[in-house]
């Protein structure tokens, strides 16, 4: 079994303490350049593997470069079960549509 870090129980601690989630389903290294604060990253073509511990009734916020790959992901999470999937498009309208900052 793996130990987690204090930090990672930190970021697992924050990301369960908001009212939603936000998903950047694209690359980690897209990620690392840049993300909306208190993102989450799961590329799209992960999501179904990873999304697995958030309950199917949670607000989620998706977001990509373009809105493309997120609106894959929202089709797979509806797919799935999820019943509140919003796809925001792209990272500067998901960060202004949540009133959040980009941040590295």
């Given at each position: 079994?793996?130990?987690?870090?204090l930090l990672s129980i930190f970021f697992i601690f924050q990301i369960y303490?908001?009212?939603?989630?936000?998903?950047?389903v694209r690359t980690p290294e897209e990620f690392s350049n840049?993300?909306?604060?208190?993102?989450?990253?799961?590329e799209w073509q992960e999501i179904a593997l990873k999304i697995r511990d958030i309950d199917k009734?949670?607000?989620?916020?998706?977001?990509c470069r373009s809105g493309n790959r997120s609106?894959?992901?929202?089709n797979i999470l509806l797919d799935l079960g999820y019943k509140d999937v919003t796809n925001l498009g792209s990272l500067d309208e998901a960060a202004a549509f949540l009133d959040k900052k980009v941040t590295k």
């Open positions: 079994m793996k130990k987690l870090s303490a908001s009212d939603f989630f936000i998903i950047d840049g993300h909306v604060e208190e993102s989450i990253n799961y009734n949670e607000k989620i916020y998706l977001y609106q894959k992901a929202t």
